[in-house]
């Protein structure tokens, strides 16, 4: 297959074009900098190519020829105000009228668990306008909404790992949102369900919930990474207010660690009853491949790591 890719460079990108690659499948990622997705250019057949996803000319110039498009386009904060709407519902329209114009009738699309119209949260509200104008499209399109995705090079449990290491001998960890409910879904899973969708029709018009096979606190999460790490300190979950006031405080930092608008996210139990989609294989438990990239057991990913130096060659 020809394929279009939206967002390939980044995690969960990376991962499916791995896999697309691995079945000889011809990939097209946009980037707007070619450098960020270095780490796929030792795949044969992946090109990456400088652009602006949010210009439509470039997006039907690249989708001409095209079997599908994937777009995985999302983002957890933005920078300011409608930031949201423009990386998940205004990119989303484009793609698909991309599409339409190119005439590519396959599309596939990464939502998030918990999207919602009625969400607390802008982050959730603007994943749902996204699905409902995918819905209305008229293409044949598949839905995919994880929980938080994890695997090596997440930005989850790889930072939470990594405050623990910064965090003083014997000194309390401050945890926000400690009772925030996930159900963790590793990153290969995410891929395998992507790229088997492509040319199963019973997937047209369906949306599926990826989540892992146990759910778990957040506290439980960071108590689970300082077993790894071999740490130990007592976790003091912050009230709902301390948290609230610590993220309007936090999200003026460059990184944004925590915003008003993720405590709203996280006040919505990002789990599901859906099982894991049986054209996908079985869901990875969390603790077969946490520590093969965190703590005192992790290992060293080969592959992972050829590509990384190819890519400071380049």
């Given at each position: 297959m020809n394929l279009l890719i939206l967002g390939g460079s980044g995690f969960v990108g990376t991962a499916i074009c791995n896999k697309l690659a691995a079945l000889n499948h011809n990939v097209t990622v946009i980037t707007r900098k070619r450098d960020n997705a270095r780490a796929l250019f030792m795949l044969p057949?992946?090109?990456?190519?400088?652009?602006?996803?949010f210009d439509r000319a470039t997006l039907v110039r690249?989708?001409?020829?095209?079997?599908?498009?994937?777009?995985?386009?999302?983002?957890?904060?933005?920078?300011?105000?409608?930031?949201?709407?423009?990386?998940?519902?205004?990119?989303?329209?484009?793609?698909?009228?991309?599409?339409?114009?190119?005439?590519?009738?396959?599309?596939?699309?990464?939502?998030?668990?918990?999207?919602?119209?009625?969400?607390?949260?802008?982050?959730?509200?603007?994943?749902?306008?996204?699905?409902?104008?995918?819905?209305?499209?008229?293409?044949?399109a598949t839905i995919f909404a994880p929980s938080v995705v994890f695997g090596r090079g997440d930005s989850?449990?790889?930072?939470?790992?990594?405050?623990?290491?910064?965090?003083?001998?014997?000194?309390?960890?401050?945890?926000?949102?400690?009772?925030?409910?996930?159900?963790?879904?590793?990153?290969?899973?995410?891929?395998?369900?992507f790229v088997a969708s492509l040319t199963l029709k019973s997937t047209?018009?369906?949306?599926?919930?990826?989540?892992?096979?146990?759910?778990?606190?957040?506290?439980?999460?960071?108590?689970?990474?300082?077993?790894?790490?071999?740490?130990?300190?007592i976790i003091i979950g912050l009230p709902g207010f301390v948290t609230s006031l610590l993220a309007g405080v936090m999200q003026f930092v460059p990184t944004q660690p925590l915003t008003p608008d993720n405590v709203k996210s996280m006040s919505v139990a990002n789990v599901s009853d859906a099982p894991f989609p049986a054209?996908?294989?079985k869901a990875t438990p969390l603790e077969q491949i946490a520590p093969s990239?965190?703590?005192?057991?992790?290992?060293?990913?080969?592959?992972?790591?050829?590509?990384?130096?190819?890519?400071d060659r380049q």
């Open positions: 057949t992946v090109t990456v190519v400088e652009g602006d996803a690249y989708a001409k020829g095209k079997d599908a498009l994937i777009n995985l386009v999302g983002i957890l904060n933005e920078k300011k105000r409608g930031g949201f709407n423009r990386a998940h519902v205004e990119l989303t329209e484009l793609a698909l009228a991309a599409c339409k114009d190119a005439g590519v009738s396959r599309y596939l699309h990464m939502s998030a668990l918990g999207a919602s119209e009625n969400a607390p949260s802008e982050y959730l509200k603007s994943k749902a306008k996204a699905e409902a104008v995918v819905r209305a499209s008229g293409l044949d989850f449990l790889t930072r939470f790992a990594n405050l623990v290491a910064l965090t003083p001998p014997f000194a309390p960890f401050a945890l926000p949102g400690s009772s925030a409910m996930f159900q963790p879904v590793w990153v290969e899973d995410v891929a395998s369900a047209i018009g369906q949306r599926y919930e990826l989540v892992g096979p146990q759910r778990y606190s957040l506290g439980d999460l960071v108590r689970y990474v300082m077993t790894l790490k071999n740490d130990r300190h054209f996908a294989g990239y965190i703590g005192t057991a992790a290992v060293v990913d080969t592959h992972a790591d050829a590509r990384r130096k190819a890519g």
